[in-house]
């Protein structure tokens, strides 16, 4: 940063409670009132450098002591005084901290050449041309003080001359950048002859006020056309820089006055944000748009920003990982933890897209991959809300269900949340355990996975039951000595009728002895059925001669309830 140094005379200006006043033999005839704060002074040397203190003394004798009200001059009292310290020829600094408020003081005074000679404005705007609007850092830290006095700042035109300068110095090539910035990024250091990095300047710009900030993007990008990614990247330094982050805990919500401020003033930034993300797709991450869609959840931003963030989540959904979904759920009123709900939000617009772009998909085709891949993330993010002691089954089952069939190509997945949630939820109902395993279809369950479940005693009996006898009916189509395709033509109806008479004499049994059966005798049930079907793949190579002796083998579920049945 660059600063002048003008006068040579020591501060003889000193403070006594709101009197302001200069160590001087003779005595004050000039008092001038800014706020509550009184300056005693003389109006030699100040009339004649200020054409407005002249106009105003103009009827006073020389004799006279003069009162004048100021209480309008931009700055306030700090710039007055600066003003008059070089009146009196006192050494002041200026640099671009306080070069606004000083210039638009002094041209408030109408310190100006036509009033005396090397007047105090001429000097300011000699500073502000060769050494504010000449630096980095000295042109944004000069545009971020306008912020106090927009309006004098637009008319004087030092707000356009600013943002004109710190557009100029971003256009310039990487290789010609010779001025220091800020770039703290991880991973990055800075390395003599080493390359610019494109996006060198989003940290300094960051400094600015938002609207400030969009005034710059604006310009960028309407003085050529930068690339989307380049612009998104200076929006997600802004939003870490400004906006609260919710990816670790549950913010604490407060009612405070200066808390709701500060929560207003986080709304019109995300807001800001929000509408300044490049249409193209891409322009940001899918992990930028589900944090800036928590912060909204959390801010209550407008429904119109959300719904924009969940568009351009949703067009974007198939390149985010699990960890770009875990965040905490922003409503005081929730008692678990993740937030369901938002990734809920984001498929189902995925969704939408997707069945608008693929009403009938192949089995190779892009999309048919695409709801794959998502199918196994939202399998593997039910994996880990399932450990939320307090995750509601309502919300985990709505998450399951709402993926089409073709979502899944196994059912693994799958298995393991509804068996995490059973394993962290001891205490839930039947029904409710009915309820989830309904989702599960024992056929895309691969072998592994149904040698647990059907040893797994947090199953409701009837699935495990299902799964046996698909597991038995696998073991047969891979014994058989028969062309494929025959025995599939032959089996099909076969094993229809098998299954629909076995889920029909299952649903009777549970009915039947739900008021009375234990969960010991289930298990009795089902260490039987485990040996049957393990006797009955040993006898498999001698019984099987024919297509009745296969039909016989299929309905062996049936046989062991008739036996219970009849016990």
């Known amino acids: ?81 600066l003003c008059a310290k070089f009146c009196y020829g006192i050494t002041i600094n200026l640099g671009a901290h306080n070069f606004v408020p000083a210039f638009c003081a002094a041209k408030f005074l109408r310190m100006t050449e036509s009033i005396e000679k090397g007047n105090f404005v001429l000097k300011l705007e000699a500073f ?31 707000i356009r001359r600013c943002i004109d300068s710190i557009v100029e110095k971003i256009l310039t090539p990487t290789s010609k950048v010779s001025w220091s910035y800020t770039y703290t990024r991880p991973g990055y250091i800075k390395k003599q002859h080493q390359s610019v990095p494109k996006d060198w300047w989003t940290e300094d710009v960051s400094d600015l006020d938002i609207d400030l900030f969009r005034c710059i993007i604006t310009a960028v990008r309407s003085t050529y056309i930068p690339p989307p990614q380049l612009i998104g990247e200076a929006l997600h330094v802004y939003a870490c820089r400004w906006l609260p982050d919710t990816t670790k805990s549950r913010p604490l919500h407060s009612s405070g006055s200066q808390t709701e401020e500060s929560r207003e003033k986080s709304r019109r930034i995300l807001e800001s944000i929000v509408s ?33 963030l969940i568009r351009k ?69 039910l994996q880990v809300v399932a450990r939320d002691v307090n995750m509601p089954i309502s919300k985990l089952v709505s998450l399951a269900e709402v993926l089409p069939d073709v979502a899944r190509e196994d059912h693994d997945g799958l298995y393991k949340a509804i068996n995490i949630y059973l394993k962290e939820h001891p205490d839930v109902s039947k029904a409710d355990k009915k309820r989830m395993c309904r989702m599960l279809d024992c056929q895309k369950l691969s072998p592994e996975v149904r040698a647990h479940a059907v040893k797994n005693e947090r199953l409701p009996l009837r699935t495990v039951v299902q799964v046996l006898f698909f597991d038995q009916e696998s073991g047969s189509r891979s014994t058989t000595h028969k062309p494929e395709s025959i025995t599939r033509a032959r089996q099909a109806p076969i094993e229809a009728e098998a299954k629909e008479e076995c889920d029909k004499k299952v649903q009777h049994e549970v009915t039947k002895s739900s008021s009375r059966v234990t969960e010991t005798s289930e298990r009795e049930i089902q260490k039987r059925m485990e040996a049957k079907m393990v006797r ?32």
């Open 1 to 81: 940063m660059k600063f002048m140094k003008i006068g040579t005379k020591p501060d003889t200006f000193y403070t006594e409670e709101a009197t302001r006043t200069v160590i001087s033999d003779i005595p004050s005839d000039l008092t001038i009132r800014i706020n509550n704060v009184c300056f005693l002074l003389h109006k030699i040397p100040l009339v004649p450098k200020c054409g407005l203190l002249q106009r105003l003394c103009s009827d006073a004798d020389d004799s006279d002591i003069v009162t004048i009200d100021l209480h309008d001059v931009p700055g306030g009292e700090d710039a007055f005084e």
């Open 128 to 158: 502000f041309n060769s050494c504010i609007l000449e630096g980095w850092k000295d042109s944004i830290i000069a545009l971020q003080t306008t912020i106090k006095l927009p309006e004098w700042s637009e008319n004087l035109g030092i």
């Open 276 to 308: 300044m993300i490049p249409s193209d797709r891409g322009s940001v991450s899918i992990g930028f748009l589900l944090k800036l869609l928590s912060i909204a959840n959390y801010l209550g931003a407008s429904p119109v920003t959300k719904t924009e």
């Open 313 to 381: 989540a949703g067009l974007q959904f198939e390149e985010a990982t699990l960890n770009d979904m875990l965040f905490p759920s922003q409503l005081p009123t929730d008692q678990h933890f993740y937030d369901i709900d938002l990734v809920a939000a984001v498929l189902e617009s995925y969704l939408v897209l997707w069945r608008r772009q693929s009403p009938l998909p192949t089995e190779n085709s892009h999309m048919v991959r695409s709801i794959r891949k998502i199918g196994k993330l939202i399998d593997s993010y």
């Open 536 to 567: 009955g793949d040993s006898e498999k190579g001698k019984e099987r001669k024919g297509e009745t002796n296969s039909t016989a083998k299929m309905m062996e579920p049936k046989q062991v309830f008739q036996r219970r049945s009849s016990r």
